[in-house]
C-alpha cells in the first residue's frame, strides 16, 4: 500500500470518526437538553399537561404506544424550552407585546395581569375598575362577622386592602386592553372603588379598614414607587402602606424604620411569563430591628390547612412594640409581611389561597389558640375583592 493511499484512509477513518461524534451529538445533545429542562414550569407557562412516558405493558396496542411515545419525546427531549424562552423575551423586550394571554404589556414595562382564568378574559381588571354592589355588601357583612368572632379571642382586628396598579395607573393600561375596561378604570373615583366603599362603610363600625390610597396616589410617580414590571406590590408602596397601617393600630416604627434604604434590582413576580426577569425597587433592610424569619413555620399550620404553601414566622428582637400579629392574606401578604414584622415582637403571616372550606373551622380555632395573636390583620388587594377565604372564615364563625 502506498504512502498516499495510506494517508487516505487515515483521512477517511477521522472524517468518519467526526461523523460518528456528529451523529452521537445530534441525539444526545436534545436528551441532555431535555433532562435539565424544568417540564413543569413548561406546563405553567404553555397552560397544558405534558405527555407522560408511557407504559408498553398497558398500551392497547404497539400503534398507541408508539404514539403516546413519540409525543413525549416532543414535549421532553431537544431544545423546546430554550427555544420557547428565547421567543417570549422577544416578545416582550424587542415587541413589547405580551406572551401569555392574561397578561398585558404597556409602555415603559408596565405589566397588567388581566385574569386568573383564560375562560374569563379581563375579569381581574374589570372586578376592579366596575365595582359590584352586591360583592361590597356581602363582603361588609363578611368583616363584621369575622371580626366579632376575633375579638372573642380576645384579639383586636383591622383590614387592610392594597390597591393595585390598575387603580393607581389607569392611564398606563394598554391598548390591548378593551375600551370598556379602560374606560371604566380611568372614570373609576379611587374613593367609590370596592376598597374605598369599604373604608367608608367602616367608619363608626368596631374594626378599621385600611386603604391610604388619597397617600399612595399622592407618591405614585416617585422612581421605582410601585415596580411596573410587577404585578405584586413592592418597593416603596409596601413600605409606606405598612407604616401607615402600624401607625393606625399606635405603633410608631420611628425614624430607624427608613434607614438604609437602597434602590436596586430584584427579580420581578409573574414567572408564568416563561422566563426570570428584573425590576427596579427600594430595598429596606430595617436592620435595628434586627427581624428574623422563619419560612413553613409553625409547622403545625399544614394540619389544619392541608394545601398551605406561603406561610412563616418573622421574629423581631428589637421590635417598635410588644405585640404579637396575625396576618391573614391573600398573594399579596408575602409582600407585605417583611414591612409589618418590625412594628411586632412576632409576625405570623399565613397565605390563605389554598385553604378549603371544610377546614375553616378548625384552622380558625387552632391558629387563634395557638398564636394568641394582639393584633389580627386581614390583608388582600382590591383585585381581591370579593374574598372567598374571607368568607369562608366569617361563616365558619357564625
Known amino acids: 500500500m502506498s504512502h498516499r493511499e495510506q494517508s487516505e484512509i487515515v483521512v477517511f477513518a477521522g472524517h468518519t470518526r467526526l461523523m460518528i461524534v456528529c451523529v452521537a451529538l445530534a441525539f444526545l445533545l436534545p436528551a441532555v437538553a431535555g433532562f435539565f429542562t424544568n ?60 406572551p401569555i394571554a392574561n397578561v398585558d404589556v404597556g409602555d415603559d414595562g408596565f405589566v397588567f395581569f388581566n385574569a386568573h382564568s383564560a375562560t374569563r378574559p379581563y375579569a381581574a381588571i374589570k372586578k376592579i375598575c366596575r365595582p359590584s354592589t352586591p360583592h361590597i355588601k356581602k363582603t361588609e357583612r363578611a368583616m363584621a362577622a369575622f371580626a366579632s368572632a376575633v375579638r372573642e379571642y380576645g384579639a383586636s382586628i383591622s383590614y387592610a386592602i392594597v390597591p393595585s396598579k390598575p387603580l393607581l395607573y389607569p392611564q398606563e393600561l394598554p391598548a390591548t386592553v378593551p375600551a370598556p375596561h379602560r374606560k371604566a378604570c380611568l372614570a373609576l373615583d379611587p374613593l367609590q372603588s370596592a376598597a374605598g366603599q369599604l373604608r367608608e362603610r367602616a367608619s363608626g363600625k368596631d374594626y378599621a379598614v385600611h386603604f391610604p390610597v388619597e397617600e399612595l396616589l399622592s407618591m405614585r410617580n416617585e422612581p421605582a414607587f410601585y415596580p411596573p414590571g410587577n404585578f405584586h406590590s413592592a418597593s416603596k408602596i409596601n413600605h409606606v402602606f405598612a407604616a401607615g397601617l402600624l401607625r393606625s393600630l399606635d405603633i410608631d416604627p420611628g425614624t430607624a424604620y427608613s434607614k438604609g434604604a437602597r434602590l436596586q434590582m430584584i427579580n420581578a413576580d ?3 411569563m416563561g422566563f426570570v426577569r428584573s425590576v427596579q425597587a427600594w430595598t429596606y433592610p430595617y436592620a435595628d430591628f434586627r427581624v428574623s424569619v422563619n419560612r413553613g413555620k409553625p409547622e403545625w399550620v399544614t394540619r389544619y390547612y392541608s394545601r398551605a404553601r406561603d406561610f412563616g414566622t418573622y421574629v423581631s428582637a428589637r421590635p417598635a412594640s410588644n405585640r404579637s400579629a396575625l396576618l391573614l392574606s391573600n398573594s399579596f401578604g408575602a409582600f407585605v409581611a417583611p414591612h409589618l414584622a418590625p412594628g411586632f415582637k412576632s409576625l405570623t403571616h399565613i397565605n390563605l ?22 393584633d389580627l390583620i386581614v390583608l388582600f388587594h382590591d383585585g381581591g375583592i370579593p374574598s372567598a377565604p374571607l368568607y369562608m372564615l366569617a361563616n365558619a364563625a357564625l
Open 39 to 98: 417540564h413543569k414550569a413548561r406546563q405553567s407557562w404553555e397552560k397544558r399537561e405534558l405527555a407522560v412516558l408511557p407504559n408498553v405493558i398497558e398500551a392497547k396496542s404497539s400503534k398507541h404506544f408508539f404514539t403516546d411515545l413519540e409525543a413525549f419525546i416532543d414535549d421532553h427531549i431537544g431544545f423546546a424550552t430554550p427555544l420557547n424562552k428565547i421567543y417570549r423575551q422577544l416578545q416582550f423586550y424587542v415587541f413589547s407585546d405580551s
Open 270 to 272: 409573574m414567572r408564568v
Open 353 to 374: 389561597n389554598a385553604l378549603q372550606e371544610s377546614e375553616a373551622a378548625l384552622f380558625l380555632q387552632q391558629i387563634m389558640e395557638r398564636v394568641k395573636p394582639d
